[in-house]
Structures are given as structure tokens and as C-alpha cells.
């Protein structure tokens, strides 16, 4: 699985937006690129996955170059409760049936703090 | 979408004890789950992959009589802690994986996570 380098720790304010860029100089092709949030004491909560170009859905937007080595995950408008860590993956997980069965290896993730 | 049920939220056993966690897929079937262990203020560490109807495959590091799976249906898997020591307190996360018809996104859910204090 795909090394991924993400900054340790951002900090932001209410109301700004919030990219964190990750790092996965190794991606392989079947690869594909998911970020989850983690809050103290859950478990990961999945935000957005991609392959190539850009993902958006009603929480974040996922911005994949066409050489797939890094991605942004961007936050619009981050509220107190987007306070937390998040996690970016990359891992052939879909599998031969659908279901995935190759195993998730988690990095160090960053941590976000925004500020009133 | 798809939900993993884990159990118990919170635990506190003696010294010496085995605790029993519990991981179940809800709305899928899972032939496959994920074990992980966080300490505080680190990211997850993966444990072992379960395999339903087979033996489990544990990373490398971790010692797979003390930390006994079994992943007896498609929608259960359990991981035992046996004769718990201080050391292994930790959260401990499940994870499986889902068809993507039924998911919004191919991968893996991971459970709420179980709080493990041995005193």
C-alpha cells in the first residue's frame, strides 16, 4: 500500500476554508483515495474517496492531479465541530467481488483546529 | 448506508481477565474485517484482518494467542483479550467492508470503537 505524508497539524478559524494536501508519491494504479475524520474516542468516519480529478460531495471536495502523487481535501466554511483528525488513504480496496479485502494502513493524519 | 455495530462501547476489567469485543456488519455482509488498536493521541495500528470461516491474519508484532479472533458468520467477528494487562489498555477499532451498491463509497465502515482500561 501507498505511503501517504500529510502535515501533522493546521489550524483555521470559522467560516475560512480548509485544504489539507496529501502526499502518495507511490500510488499504484488500481489505488484509489480516501480520506476519513476521526473525532476523539469514534471510530474514522469516511468524508470522500477518488480516483482522478475532482470528487465533491455535501461535505468536501477532493482534488486529484493527473499524476494521482497528491490529493487536497478542501473544507468549505469549517465550523467549531469540524475540529478533529483527519485521515488521508490510498489502497486498492475494491476488490475482485466488490467488496473490498485489502487492509487499510493508516498514517499519521492531521489534525485540525479551528478557532472561533 | 452501511453501519458496523461494535460492542462494548466502554470496558474495565482486572489484571489477568480476558475481554471479549464484539463487530458486526448491520446491513451487509462483511467476509472480511479489521482490527485496530489506537493509544492516545496516535493513529490507528492494524492488528489483524478477519477472515470469515478461517484463521485470521495478524500483523506482524502482534501475538495472536493473546488476542484471539474469530470470525464465525458474515456479520460477526470478535476479538478476545486474554489474561489483560495494563499495556493493553487502548481503543480498539473494527472496520469491514461493504458492496458498493449498498455504499456510498467502495471501502470500508468502521465501528464506534471500544474503550479498554485494564486495572
Known amino acids: 500500500l501507498a505511503k501517504t505524508t500529510q502535515p501533522i497539524s493546521m489550524d483555521s478559524y470559522e467560516g475560512q476554508e480548509v485544504n489539507i494536501t496529501c502526499s502518495h508519491n507511490?500510488?499504484?494504479?488500481?489505488?484509489?483515495i480516501t480520506w476519513y475524520q476521526q473525532f476523539p474516542s469514534q471510530g474514522p468516519r469516511f468524508i470522500i474517496q477518488?480516483?482522478?480529478t475532482k470528487v465533491t460531495n455535501e461535505v468536501a471536495s477532493l482534488f486529484i492531479p493527473a499524476d494521482r502523487k497528491s490529493s487536497t481535501l478542501s473544507l468549505p466554511r469549517v465550523s467549531l465541530s469540524d475540529t478533529a483528525v483527519y485521515y488521508c488513504?490510498?489502497?486498492?480496496?475494491?476488490?475482485?467481488?466488490?467488496?473490498?479485502?485489502?487492509?487499510?494502513?493508516f498514517g499519521t493524519g492531521t489534525l485540525l483546529a479551528v478557532q472561533p | 448506508g452501511a453501519v458496523v455495530s461494535q460492542h462494548p462501547s466502554r470496558v474495565i476489567c482486572k489484571s489477568g481477565t480476558s475481554v471479549k469485543i464484539e463487530c458486526r456488519s448491520l446491513d451487509f455482509q462483511a467476509t472480511t474485517m479489521f482490527w485496530y488498536r489506537q493509544f492516545p493521541k496516535q493513529s490507528l495500528m492494524l492488528m489483524a484482518t478477519?477472515?470469515?470461516?478461517?484463521?485470521?491474519?495478524?500483523e506482524q508484532g502482534v501475538e495472536k494467542d493473546k488476542f484471539l479472533i474469530n470470525h464465525a458468520s458474515l456479520t460477526l467477528s470478535t476479538l478476545t483479550v486474554t489474561s489483560a494487562h495494563p499495556e493493553d489498555s487502548s481503543f480498539y477499532i473494527c472496520?469491514?467492508?461493504?458492496?458498493?451498491?449498498?455504499?456510498?463509497?467502495?471501502?470500508?465502515?468502521f465501528g464506534s470503537g471500544t474503550r479498554l482500561t485494564v486495572v
Open positions: 507511490n500510488i499504484a494504479t488500481n489505488d484509489y
Open positions: 488513504l490510498v489502497g486498492d480496496i475494491r476488490g475482485d467481488y466488490g467488496g473490498a479485502t485489502n487492509k487499510l494502513i
Open positions: 477518488g480516483y482522478k
Open positions: 472496520s469491514a467492508s461493504d458492496l458498493p451498491e449498498d455504499s456510498d463509497n467502495y471501502g470500508y465502515t
Open positions: 478477519s477472515n470469515e470461516g478461517s484463521k485470521a491474519t495478524y
